[in-house]
T-cell receptor, first 119, second 113 residues
Framework: DTGVSQDPRHKITKRGQNVTFRCDPI?????LYWYRQTLGQGPEFLTY????????KSRLLSDRFSAERPKGSFSTLEIQRTEQGDSAMYLC?????????????????FGDGTRLSIL | SQKIEQNSEALNIQEGKTATLTCNYT??????LQWYRQDPGRGPVFLLL?????KEKRKERLKVTFDTTLKQSLFHITASQPADSATYLC????????????FGRGTSLIVHP
């Protein structure tokens, strides 16, 4: 179990640029989640995948945000035309919910996040 | 609307004492509740899950209680150590096609030697 890894750990970019973050979940985990965390707040749920299917995306903050998990393994989160308000920690988590996807109460395993700073 | 409340003020205690953190919630009827620990610059780490039919759960120096009538969970660390200093988050399941944890803002615990 190598844990959830996220890349890069830090990203500094100018307003208006596009950024993409990568998440590699624990290999046997079928669920992958993206969260955003700002200072002094808990993680805020954005979207999640079961295998390659994106099951919820209404929580993505705007149409500038998109996520993919093309082969049901790693995932990417892209923010287009970044704004200063996008500065935050972006966290990825994974879990295994069984073959029927029924065990929702399994703990989430988080990566250490990508800290995004918009200049 | 659903709300999870954790004390935003840091809890400062002396080493060896018991730390008690509170998680209150409204407009939820959760089947379970989770507690996570988060260190600065790191992702949250799962600690404990307690189900609605469990009044109390223990793991080493940790104890969690869950009162569905009061809509409250208490998280205790006995014989606290400076290494226990961290932010502790409670999480409740919210339905998004599956149950996804919704996190409180967390409470910072500082254990002084």
């Amino acid at each position: 179990d190598t844990g959830v890894s996220q890349d890069p750990r830090h990203k500094i970019t100018k307003r208006g640029q596009n950024v993409t973050f990568r998440c590699d979940p624990i290999s046997e985990h079928n669920r992958l989640y993206w969260y955003r965390q700002t200072l002094g707040q808990g993680p805020e749920f954005l979207t999640y995948f079961q295998n390659e299917a994106q099951l919820e995306k209404s929580r993505l903050l705007s149409d500038r945000f998109s996520a993919e998990r093309p082969k049901g393994s790693f995932s990417t989160l892209e923010i287009q035309r970044t704004e200063q308000g996008d500065s935050a920690m972006y966290l990825c988590a994974s879990s295994y919910t069984g073959t029927g996807g029924k065990s929702d109460n399994q703990p989430q395993h988080f990566g250490d996040g990508t800290r995004l700073s918009i200049l | 609307s659903q709300k999870i409340e954790q004390n935003s003020e840091a809890l400062n205690i002396q080493e060896g004492k018991t730390a008690t953190l509170t998680c209150n919630y409204t407009n939820y009827s959760p089947a379970y509740l989770q507690w996570y620990r988060q260190d600065p610059g790191r992702g949250p780490v799962f600690l404990l899950l307690i189900r609605e039919n469990e009044k109390e759960k223990r793991k080493e120096r940790l104890k969690v209680t869950f009162d569905t009538t009061l809509k409250q969970s208490l998280f205790h660390i006995t014989a606290s150590q400076p290494a226990d200093s961290a932010t502790y988050l409670c999480a409740l399941p919210t339905w998004w096609g599956s149950y996804i944890p919704t996190f409180g803002r967390g409470t910072s615990l500082i254990v002084h030697p």
